[in-house]
Nanobody, 124 residues
């Protein structure tokens, strides 16, 4: 399975971006997908997850109410709509696939496949 994250860029505070995670391989639609982010010098942070059929969705408190995760299994994609962006959202964002569960976890070590990351920069 290969994951490709895209959609990052530079935006002013209060703006929006939509990240996409595209995958090859049929198992993508069978398992949970998570989004994480990393700031240099800090640990990777859980952002959001979505279960295989979208029945379970979970967000980190830091993005709840601003970010929305969704998936289209027919297209093998998971999207992360990010609104009301803040400078502290600046990070490299990664999507990941957890083939150990249908419903996902916030623990990054449980995810087996990772995309290459896409940089989001929010200016003040």
């Amino acid at each position: 399975v290969q994951l490709q994250a895209s959609g990052g860029g530079t935006v002013q505070a209060g703006g929006s971006l939509r990240l996409s995670c595209a995958a090859s391989g049929r198992i993508f639609s069978t398992y949970a997908v998570g989004w994480f982010r990393r700031v240099p010098g800090k640990e990777r942070e859980f952002i959001a997850l979505i279960g295989w059929n979208g029945s379970r969705i979970s967000y980190a408190d830091s993005v709840k109410g601003r970010f929305t995760i969704s998936r289209d299994n027919a297209k093998n994609t998971v999207n992360l709509q990010m609104n009301s962006l803040k400078p502290e959202d600046t990070a490299v964002y990664y999507c990941a696939l957890d083939i150990g569960t249908y419903y996902g976890t916030s623990k990054s070590e449980e995810y087996e496949y990772w995309g290459q990351g896409t940089l989001v920069t929010v200016s003040s």
